[in-house]
């Protein structure tokens, strides 16, 4: 049976009313009765009913955060450095997929809002309309985009484009002219990877062509496989590849590589992004951009506390993050 907020006044000797300021943390209530009560609370295991509060004071304590995936490494890294700097605020994070699928993402947000889930929202490489994001601010939640721009509302972004633009420049200078490009199917940072490439091949008088560039849904090792049959099948001359999808992509590639017997970086070279440990573990190191995926999310967490806390200054705010070549063996 539920012990309630009644049974613990009762057993104390004093109102309802003052056991929830002592749960409140009210200083109106003395040390001597706030001890008697949390001790009663500690033997009779009682647990406040958190939903019920959140309607009476119109906080949740939650922030929500949405992803497409949370086994995608940028996900995961973001997630991680949201949490370094939750834990220095009294919040709670829950996580909310779309399991990749444009219609969920609609219907989860909607229910976020609606059925008032948090106080504020990460939103991780998501395109999320215009007129949504309005009723959560007419519903005071609070909303931060990681890669993606939504105009009038705040953003923690990373230069993609050129990111992309150093990796393609790098192989064009150390005379590689049939550059692949594996790039994501959704979301603004791949749009701006593959302007970023485009860029590069048009600066340096290089042709672009279509049958040159392979999209992948999971940024997978196993995608990686696919993609290195995928770009030979369409172009033998393939001599190099820039993995715009991500390192544990990359490494992928490379593995199948080996196992045809191909030489990286000797017959095609290779460049990943993000710099994750396993791009200097690799065999060879991987060449990659280091994106700070986890200062990210810090930085979108603590943009979002002010926006919480009513910082006018940050409510339309862009943070850039800019990209670093780190050149090793693949390369």
């Known amino acids: ?184 199917n959704k979301g603004m940072n791949a749009e701006e990877r593959l302007h970023g490439y485009k860029e590069a091949l048009s600066h340096y008088g290089l042709e672009f062509k279509q049958e040159m560039i392979h999209t992948v849904i999971d940024y997978s090792f196993e995608d990686g496989e696919k993609a290195l049959n995928s770009l030979l099948e369409k172009n033998k001359k393939l001599d190099a590849v820039f993995c715009a999808a991500g390192d544990i992509t990359a490494i992928g590639f490379m593995d199948a590589a080996k196992e045809k017997g191909i030489n990286i970086p000797g017959d095609i070279g290779i460049i990943g992004f993000d710099d994750v440990y396993l791009a200097n573990l690799s065999t060879p190191s991987l060449t990659t951009i280091r994106q700070p995926i986890a200062k990210m999310g810090m930085q979108a967490f603590d943009l979002l506390m002010e926006v919480i806390e009513g910082k006018e200054e940050s409510e339309k705010k862009i943070i850039s993050f800019e990209p670093e070549l780190i050149i090793r063996e693949s390369t």
């Not at 006044?9 to 949390?38: C, E, F, H, Y």
């Not at 996580?95 to 947000?109: A, C, H, I, R, V």
């Open 1 to 184: 049976m539920r012990v309630t907020i009644k049974d613990i006044a009762k057993k104390v000797g004093v109102t309802p009313a003052t056991v929830s300021m002592v749960i409140n943390n009210s200083q109106k209530i003395s040390q001597a009765t706030k001890d008697r009560v949390l001790k009663a609370i500690k033997e009779m295991n009682y647990h406040p009913n958190y939903i019920g509060r959140s309607l009476v004071k119109g906080k949740t304590n939650n922030i929500a955060v949405v992803a497409s995936f949370f086994a995608s490494l940028f996900a995961l890294e973001s997630v991680r450095g949201i949490e370094l700097n939750l834990r220095k605020k009294p919040y709670n994070l829950i996580l909310y997929s779309t399991k990749g699928m444009d219609e969920n993402e609609e219907d989860l947000l909607k229910r976020i809002l609606y059925e008032k889930r948090a106080d504020g929202l990460i939103i991780i490489s998501l395109k999320a309309k215009k007129e949504l994001m309005e009723e959560f601010k007419k519903e005071s939640v609070a909303v931060v985009f990681i890669e993606e721009l939504i105009e009038d509302f705040p953003t923690v972004k990373f230069n993609n484009i050129k990111a992309a633009f150093l990796a393609t420049e790098h192989f064009i200078k150390n005379k590689r002219k049939n550059i692949g490009l594996i790039i994501g």
